[in-house]
């Protein structure tokens, strides 16, 4: 069945997306039970590594998500993200939804908008680009003129998107629940279903990331260092959004970045000063700083965009945080303990030293074995793992979140050639 | 003549046998000896280190660099406006202001970071037995360790905050801190180079510690207002220890002011080599000090106490109409401009460029 086809009847989809899901749920399941099965049968001994096995269960599901789109791209991204509940070979293979969407039709896309705008598309926009800027799960952006000859960029969300999530949702939580009634030691994929639940319905409504994004903006007021596109709100709804189209270079790009004649250190120090300002200092960050969503403009300017998935975090979180980086620092092991314990980690046992070991692990990751103010991806995948290992101990969600972010900007700054360092972009002392 | 040369195991070893220092349930550096006086950590070899490199910078016939008092601004709040404050239960700005203090403290720590380049290739004269010499071996990391603790020792980080909790009674922190402590837009505008010719990892270092060096000497200041405000029994919970927790940590930043001025004072007295290499390419080491130190003291006499001012007072007006009403607020303000202190920034650094 074409994929256009799917989008032109729905209802007829419905059962054929249940019925996908279902057997990719059940064949992923077989390829990691079966063996096993017959191997404690045989009594065979433990097999050395899952990863071959990891692999080829992604690579299912990453085709079903391609194929499906909608929700199963968003569960893929999401899976992605939670290196600290799923194996590095799971979250390799599915970060590839990333940038492995292909984009809607014109005639799609142009319905949605007249459909929201109550217009045709030409009262509005003097142009409007067939051919998408970027696609991916729920929505695509297209380039466009304003009648006044503003040049905007269009975010326009699927049709039927909102149906689609809730069918793949309801199969995704009914296929969890029969797995965790199946298997003995079921990976805890319920919770995650259910806080993507919540995060779609939240990025389903383009009203509030509207409101997100000037709510961004409101912290940056006033500081020309940073951008955050202005949102055209008489053109935007429930699910488009026409805002100013910003142009610059991508931050990872870093050929254009030193042809413009940026110095790639003050890019990164920029950059982490945005993104540090946001989590330790006004409690409301964007929690989604992939390359794509990152623009550096001639100036040095940093562009901040995609404000879909923002978090609000716990008062005192930063000071928290600042506090956890100061004794990892110091390796002040009651002051550790004090803190992951502020920051809401828990231990099942009670045993706070185990934040101790947790902390002594990240170190090792760190590239010189001290703390010296950057969460390298290491750090961030060793905290994954070692939680992923020793359920003992429970990372709240927002950290995780968190230490993705820090994670990514890692990536950025190293791409770049330089240090993510947290401390020194609190540009204090 | 003195000994000059120290490992950096020696400029970090501990006096052995003091009586520890508890400081509200926190273990800190330091102690007190038999005599029951405090001393400073990481000192019985590191004074004689630094009594030593002066000697021989004043036998050698140099000149050892002094930031005067006279260029010290006051506290702002100072003592008389908090005490105001804190009687007419206004708390949350000094909590602040002490908590800042703290965060500060602590962030001193960095300088362990601040790479240092081959000085004995970029400096044409000798440089061994000299502090210049022990700043990567060992100086800048006791430097580090006094300011933000190390291991489960506290620092001065830790100092602060128990002074502060002595004489407050533990107060709530205000979640805003590290906000207001990142607003300003200083934060982000880059050091300028000055001596682009210069190696610039060496300009790094020395503008972070002729930084270092002025705000360690300024902090004075700030010393002299805790000291004064938290042993005042009619706000402080617990004068007594709230007042000596905070001459602890002045005692503590003697060594490193004057390991700074020694070290920046030994650069004076020598010639840099410039990128574009050779002996024809040098520059005076005092043309380039004097120039990173007039900069900075430019900044922290005149931009600075007017940035701190504005920033003390969002801190108060936003705390007060939390709790007063309008009328209140204005009159409170009143009192408390009425009690500042003057001052305007003396016209010369004593730094500037020789015409
Ligand atoms: N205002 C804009 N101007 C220019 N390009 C934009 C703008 N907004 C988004 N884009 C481009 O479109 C891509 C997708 O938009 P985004 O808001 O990130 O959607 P999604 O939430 O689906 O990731 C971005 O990564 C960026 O490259
Ligand atoms: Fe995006
Ligand atoms: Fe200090």
């Known amino acids: 069945m074409s994929l256009g086809l799917l989008a032109r009847f729905p209802s007829l989809s419905h059962a054929y997306r249940t019925t996908r899901a279902a057997t990719t749920a059940a064949s992923v399941w077989g390829m990691y039970k079966v063996p096993e099965f017959v191997r404690k049968r045989l009594g065979r001994p433990e097999p050395k590594s899952l990863g071959e096995t990891h692999e080829r269960a992604a690579k299912k599901i990453l085709d079903l998500a391609l194929e499906l789109r909608g929700v199963n791209i968003k569960m893929c991204q999401v899976m992605s993200t939670r290196s600290d509940v799923f194996p590095p070979e799971f979250v390799r293979t599915l970060k590839l939804c990333h940038d492995a969407v292909p984009p809607h039709e014109f005639e799609v896309v142009r319905a949605v908008v007249e459909r929201e705008l109550g217009k045709p598309i030409g009262e509005v926009f003097a142009e409007f680009d067939a051919t998408p800027l970027a696609a991916a799960s729920l929505a695509q952006v297209h380039r466009a003129r304003l009648r006044d000859g503003r040049q905007v960029a269009v975010k326009v969300q699927y049709p039927d998107i909102e149906d689609i999530v809730a069918v793949d949702l309801k199969n995704m939580a009914r296929i969890c629940r029969v797995y965790e009634r199946f298997d003995p030691q079921p990976m805890p994929l319920l919770p995650l279903v259910r806080e993507m639940t919540e995060h779609l319905a939240l990025e389903l409504d383009f009203v509030r990331e509207v409101d997100n994004a000037e709510r961004i903006r409101a912290i940056f007021a006033g500081d020309t260092t940073v951008a955050i596109p202005v949102v055209h709100r008489e053109w935007s709804t429930q699910r488009i959004i026409t805002m100013e189209l910003v142009e610059g270079i991508k931050i990872t790009d870093v050929e254009g970045l030193r042809a413009a004649g940026l110095d790639l250190g003050h890019v990164v120090n920029a950059l982490m000063s945005v993104y540090v300002r946001m989590i330790m200092a006004a409690g409301f960050f964007q929690a989604d700083p992939h390359p794509g969503n990152v623009f550096v403009r001639p100036d040095g300017q940093v562009v901040v965009m995609d404000f879909g998935l923002c978090k609000e975090l716990p008062d005192g979180f930063g000071l928290g945080l600042f506090e956890l980086m100061f004794s990892m620092m110091t390796m002040n092991e009651s002051a550790m303990i004090r803190a992951f314990t502020e920051l809401g980690f828990r231990t099942k046992t009670g045993d706070t030293t185990t934040f101790i070991e947790l902390a002594k692990r990240m170190l090792r990751r760190s590239g010189t074995g001290r703390f010296e103010g950057e969460f390298t991806e290491g750090m961030t995948d060793e905290l994954f793992e070692a939680v992923r290992e020793n359920p003992v101990v429970e990372i709240p969600t927002h950290f995780v979140l968190v230490g993705r972010v820090f994670s990514l900007l890692s990536g950025i700054a190293h791409t770049l050639g330089h240090r993510a360092n947290v401390l020194a972009a609190m540009g204090v002392g | ?355």
Request: aromatic share 4%; proline share 6%.
């Open chain 2, 1 to 355: 003549m003195d000994r000059l040369e120290w490992s950096s195991v020696e400029l970090l070893e501990r006096e052995p046998g003091l009586e520890p220092l508890i400081a509200s349930g926190v273990r800190c550096h330091g102690g007190f000896d038999a005599d029951g006086r405090y001393r400073s950590p990481r000192t019985s070899h590191r004074m004689p280190a630094i009594a030593a490199w002066q000697a021989r910078l004043a036998t050698d016939g140099h000149a050892l660099l002094s930031i005067p008092d006279s260029l010290l601004p006051p506290h702002h709040p100072n003592v008389a406006q908090a005490r105001l404050l804190l009687l007419e239960g206004v708390r949350e700005p000094i909590v602040r202001a002490l908590t800042m203090i703290s965060i500060v403290e602590g962030f001193g720590a960095i300088i362990r970071d601040v790479p240092v380049p081959d000085l004995a290739s970029l400096v044409r004269e000798p440089i061994e037995g000299t502090a210049l010499a022990h700043l990567s071996g060992g100086l800048f990391e006791a430097h580090a360790r006094d300011e933000a603790g190390h291991k489960d020792e506290g620092g001065h980080k830790q100092m602060w905050e128990a002074a502060r909790d002595l004489a407050l009674d533990s107060p709530k922190i205000p979640s805003d801190i590290l906000m207001r402590m990142m607003g300003g837009a200083r934060a982000r505008t880059r050091r300028e180079r000055l001596f682009p010719r210069l190696d610039e990892t060496l300009e790094d270092m020395l503008a972070t510690m002729v930084n270092v060096l002025v705000i360690e000497v300024f902090a004075r200041g700030t010393f002299d207002w805790g000291e004064t405000l938290l042993s005042d029994p009619e706000i402080s919970a617990r004068p007594k220890e709230a007042g000596a927790m905070v001459g602890y940590i002045r005692a503590d930043e003697a060594p490193h002011v004057e390991y700074l001025r020694t070290a920046l004072s030994e650069v004076r007295a020598r010639t840099l080599r410039t990128v574009d290499g050779g002996d024809g390419e040098l520059l005076e080491g005092r043309i380039v000090v004097d120039a990173l130190l007039h900069r900075a003291l430019e900044f922290t006499t005149r931009q600075r106490p007017q940035e701190q001012r504005n920033a003390t007072r969002t801190s108060i007006t936003s705390s007060l109409e939390k709790v007063a009403d309008a009328a209140r607020v204005r009159s409170l303000l009143e009192r408390f401009d009425a009690l500042e202190t003057p001052f305007s920034p003396s016209e010369k650094t004593g730094f500037e460029a020789a015409e």
